[in-house]
Nanobody, 122 residues
């Protein structure tokens, strides 16, 4: 199986930056997508950004030009660089991987981290 651990959340003023990290517990998995979702109080979880196998990236319209998703495949880590933060970016950010564990022959599953809180004060 695969465990995901997020870090990097916190309290920041509007206009500031944060960098989230998501560390996967093991090597040897392949992914269909790796991404970040967020859930604000009273709202549904929504996609923030993701990387599709092959390298294509998708971003929510609300974060385009401000957030950048990237990964360090050597260290099994996913990142989300968040700049020019706004109060509406506040929420719990979750790392998500849809993939095969082990790579190549394991079942296709979806994995979630426990979430990291991001609070942007205006």
């Amino acid at each position: 199986q695969l465990q995901l651990v997020e870090s990097g959340g916190g309290l920041v003023q509007a206009g500031g930056s944060l960098r989230l990290s998501c560390a996967a517990s093991r090597r040897g998995f392949s992914f269909n997508s790796m991404g970040w979702y967020r859930q604000a109080p009273g709202k549904q979880r929504e996609l923030v950004a993701r990387i599709i196998s092959g390298g294509t990236t998708n971003y929510a319209d609300s974060v385009k030009g401000r957030f950048t998703i990237s990964r360090d495949s050597a260290n099994n880590t996913l990142f989300l660089q968040m700049n020019s933060l706004k109060s509406e970016d506040t929420g719990v950010y979750y790392c998500n991987i849809v993939g095969h564990v082990p790579a190549g022959w394991g079942p296709l599953n979806e994995y979630w981290g426990q979430g990291t809180q991001v609070t942007v004060s205006s």
